[in-house]
């Protein structure tokens, strides 16, 4: 690997995993460097590894409520009904709209949906609605009392994170707060959600990285992956421990800001 190699894998690793589970876009920023910077893609296998290390960070962080959920889930198949079983197929659930639009709507989305002018208007857009969610937010719920209509909201709301720069993280929990969580448990729900999603996309890449049968540098991949998965769990640790000091307001200036430059951008060509 050359030096220009290990910043490329350096830089873009920490934008995923820093920006995977905050309500800022990975997309948006993983496509950035490419269409301002002038960057080569690094691949699909890269893809791949960042994907499974942000995956690994938040099994790790999450393992408790993971186990017990689906421990939970099993069981109420025979019977035993829980908190944590429901929450377990509220997820499921939640993930179907994802799944479904993905499959329809992902080739139209990468054929218009990842230019500067779109990542900009989202990033705005749906900063401002974030916005809303938490300055208007009740803060009556907690995430066991999550029920079938939360779960397909939300999960409608993860469908529309496919369009570059809505950010998945960012949109459900926009949903959850409007629909009166705290903000603790629509981004717990949120990092719990965002578990099928990266496993299912992990695996299609996979998949198709199989077809391909391209080579890889697995140097960089694994030093991706490993990166992708230490930025990832400090992130996730960092912003729940700050999330009910500092709010949204950070984070909304911030996609504002992005969206501004962005336009700018685009305006000068």
Request: with cysteine; charged share 10%; proline share 2%.
């Amino acid at each position: 690997m050359t030096l220009t190699d290990w910043i490329h894998t350096v830089l873009l690793a920490l934008i995923q995993g820093l920006t995977e589970f905050l309500p800022i876009s990975s997309s948006a920023h993983l496509i950035l460097p490419s269409q301002l910077l002038g960057w080569e893609d690094q691949g699909l296998a890269f893809d791949v590894g960042v994907h499974v290390g942000t995956l690994v960070a938040v099994l790790i962080y999450f393992r408790r409520e993971v186990t017990q959920i689906t421990i939970a889930s099993l069981a109420s198949l025979t019977g035993k009904r829980s908190d944590d079983g429901r929450l377990g197929w509220m997820v499921v659930l939640a993930t179907i709209p994802a799944v479904v639009a993905g499959f329809l709507l992902g080739d139209l989305v990468d054929l218009y949906g990842r230019s500067i002018l779109v990542i900009a208007a989202t990033t705005i857009i749906f900063g401002l609605l974030l916005g809303w969610a938490d300055a208007t937010n009740r803060a009556t719920r907690v995430m066991q009392s999550l029920g079938l209509k939360d779960a397909v909201i939300i999960g409608f709301a993860q469908a529309i994170a496919l369009i570059p720069g809505t950010s998945r993280s960012g949109i459900t929990i926009t949903a959850a707060l409007a629909l009166g969580f705290d903000r603790q448990s629509a981004a717990r729900f949120s990092f719990l959600l965002s578990i099928p999603v990266i496993l299912g996309a992990g695996l299609l890449k996979s998949m198709e990285l199989l077809g391909a049968g391209a080579d890889a540098n697995w140097q960089m991949v694994g030093s991706g992956a490993v990166l992708a998965a230490l930025s990832a769990w400090a992130c996730i640790h960092i912003f729940l421990g700050v999330l009910d000091r500092v709010g949204m307001k950070p984070f909304v200036i911030y996609r504002l800001l992005l969206g501004i430059t962005l336009l700018v951008v685009w305006a000068l060509g």
